[in-house]
T-cell receptor, first 115, second 113 residues
Framework: EPEVTQTPSHQVTQMGQEVILRCVPI?????FYWYRQILGQKVEFLVS????????KSEIFDDQFSVERPDGSNFTLKIRSTKLEDSAMYFC?????????????FGPGTRLTVT | AQSVTQLGSHVSVSEGALVLLRCNYS??????LFWYVQYPNQGLQLLLK??????LVKGINGFEAEFKKSETSFHLTKPSAHMSDAAEYFC???????????FGAGTRLTVKP
């Protein structure tokens, strides 16, 4: 069964460094998402991406964040200058299109630790 | 704006007992509602979804949920809890445009032997 994959599973970085989190969505899906989950808290929407552009973003997704679909298969989240509070689990998700079913398929997540 | 509220951050039941996890939604348009489960150190797995076809929705692992518009609720139930049901459960809502999904705070289910 097709699945969303994410790499790395765990990333440790120093404050102020740039990180890129990578996702490979399900191949025929058209909508892509990033969410984050700070330890012990709820899953929070960051950004959605469709047709090579951001379609919606939350207030969390500020100028230090960016997303890209560089090659038609990968979907990346870049954090330019990491802060301690960026430590979280980051989930990528994808879904097929406008028609049912609407559910998003989630990857296993990347745990980001900023020291 | 859409949102969901999960009542009870932690629910504990005995093995074989009824599981009831509560979710209330707020949406200005007809919502699509989802329950996801998260096992320790894993991602989110879809349990079931409501997309207006039927108000009683059956999902995987014996779970089901009923959409009640009058109560703006989408509670998750399972008649008989199993030890393997211990996990974090998230209710989520999206609108028909579905550009994002808004999650509740989650309910941690503990199953006692």
């Amino acid at each position: 069964e097709p699945e969303v994959t994410q790499t790395p599973s765990h990333q440790v970085t120093q404050m102020g460094q740039e990180v890129i989190l990578r996702c490979v969505p399900i191949s025929n899906h058209l909508y892509f998402y990033w969410y984050r989950q700070i330890l012990g808290q709820k899953v929070e929407f960051l950004v959605s991406f469709y047709n090579n552009e951001i379609s919606e973003k939350s207030e969390i997704f500020d100028d230090q964040f960016s997303v890209e679909r560089p090659d038609g298969s990968n979907f990346t989240l870049k954090i330019r200058s990491t802060k301690l509070e960026d430590s979280a689990m980051y989930f990528c998700a994808s879904r097929f299109g406008q028609n049912l079913p609407y559910e998003q398929y989630f990857g296993p997540g990347t745990r980001l630790t900023v020291t | 704006a859409q949102s969901v509220t999960q009542l009870g951050s932690h629910v504990s039941v005995s093995e074989g007992a009824l599981v009831l996890l509560r979710c209330n939604y707020s949406s200005s348009v007809p919502p699509y509602l989802f329950w996801y489960v998260q096992y320790p150190n894993q991602g989110l797995q879809l349990l079931l979804k409501y997309t207006s076809a039927a108000t009683l929705v059956k999902g995987i692992n014996g779970f089901e949920a009923e959409f009640k518009k009058s109560e703006t609720s989408f509670h998750l139930t399972k008649p008989s809890a199993h030890m393997s049901d211990a996990a974090e459960y998230f209710c989520a809502v999206s609108d028909q445009g579905n550009n994002d999904m808004r999650f509740g705070a989650g309910t941690r289910l503990t199953v006692k032997p």
